[in-house]
């Protein structure tokens, strides 16, 4: 019964599916805008991928091309899979290649995660002070401003290795690693690198929207960005398939973008975030790797 309600629903859902503007879009898209978006969104990831290694490097010795490796192949994992289970794959992965310390990578990628909240908050309070936003986002500096001060007092706190006796080891060694990680002197370039992963990001959308025919401001690819990010941090979907498309469609709804044309314009976005990354990775670990890093055992110390 539920393998027919699936097909029905699917049926309905191709039925009512913006066929004729999907076929538009791709017919009139500017090739060479799209493949810029491409290198872009890949600059990005390789943005994130050195500030995990800049914070990881202090306290376990590895290679940048490998941080890299394991950081592409764990954003692949996410892409074809729901929660965020690319970070275990590329902690594995790391640990395999460079012989890193799991509690040392699991600190890493923590940190790693703050760099990019502090990024992220750094772009929202830049955009709101140059760009004329919708009311859609009015507030959303504010909420920066105050993920900017947790963050802040995230880094400064310093009784990470100092947790009780009863919290598991595994944690205890990784709040010790990450004591030593949080270093405020080794913060500002990791920063500065997350910041420019979202500028990228915010680049690749503004150049996949232009380039299929949609005639946006910097104003509306930044609401765009933003909404795709946030409406998909939970990864409900693989690579948050029709997530994307109802927030950029909303998103772009008061710029008088035409959820159609939003719609086919976010599926092109997505081929090109997802699909290079994936070709990539499959050619560093192979389809069977992939899998395996998927749906790999929890990690053990």
């Known amino acids: 019964m539920m393998i027919f309600l699936i097909g029905y629903l699917t049926w309905r859902a191709g039925a009512r599916f913006p066929w004729a503007d999907m076929g538009t879009s791709l017919e009139r898209a500017d090739v060479t805008l799209l493949t810029w978006a491409a290198i872009i969104s890949l600059l990005a990831l390789g943005a994130k991928g050195w500030a995990w290694h800049l914070l990881l490097r202090p306290v376990a010795p590895h290679r940048w091309w490998s941080a890299q490796e394991a950081n592409l192949v764990g954003c692949a994992v996410n892409y074809i899979s729901v929660a965020v289970i690319g970070e275990a794959a590329r902690v594995r992965l790391l640990s395999t290649r460079d012989a890193v310390p799991i509690p ?32 859609l986002l009015r507030g959303v500096d504010i909420a920066a401003a105050a993920a900017l001060a947790a963050l802040g007092a995230l880094i400064w706190f310093r009784g990470w290795d ?51 025919g949609i005639p946006v401001s910097p104003a509306a690819s930044f609401t765009a960005t933003l909404a ?20 950029i469609a909303v ?40 899998g395996q890093l998927r749906t790999g055992p929890a990690l053990e110390t």
Do not use: C, D
């Not at 990864?235 to 498309?245: D, E, H, M, S, Y």
């Open 104 to 135: 040392a990578a699991v600190a890493s990628v923590v940190w790693t995660r703050a760099m990019e909240g502090i990024g992220l908050a750094l772009f929202i309070l830049a955009g709101g002070s140059l760009l004329q936003l919708p009311p």
């Open 228 to 247: 795709s990010n946030i409406g998909g941090a939970l990864r409900l979907t693989p690579a948050n398939v029709g997530i994307t498309q109802a927030s």
């Open 251 to 290: 998103a772009l709804l008061p710029f008088g973008v035409k959820p159609a044309a939003a719609v086919a314009a976010s599926i092109i976005l997505q081929a090109l975030q997802v699909l290079p990354v994936l070709a990539l990775a499959l050619g560093v670990v192979g389809w069977k790797g992939l």
């Open 162 to 212: 100092r947790l009780p006796g009863w919290v598991p080891g595994i944690v205890r060694r990784a709040g010790e690693v990450f004591g030593q990680i949080g270093s405020w002197r080794r913060f500002p370039a990791p920063i500065a690198l997350a910041f420019a992963n979202w500028l990228g990001q915010w680049a690749t959308y503004h150049l996949t929207l232009v380039a299929t």
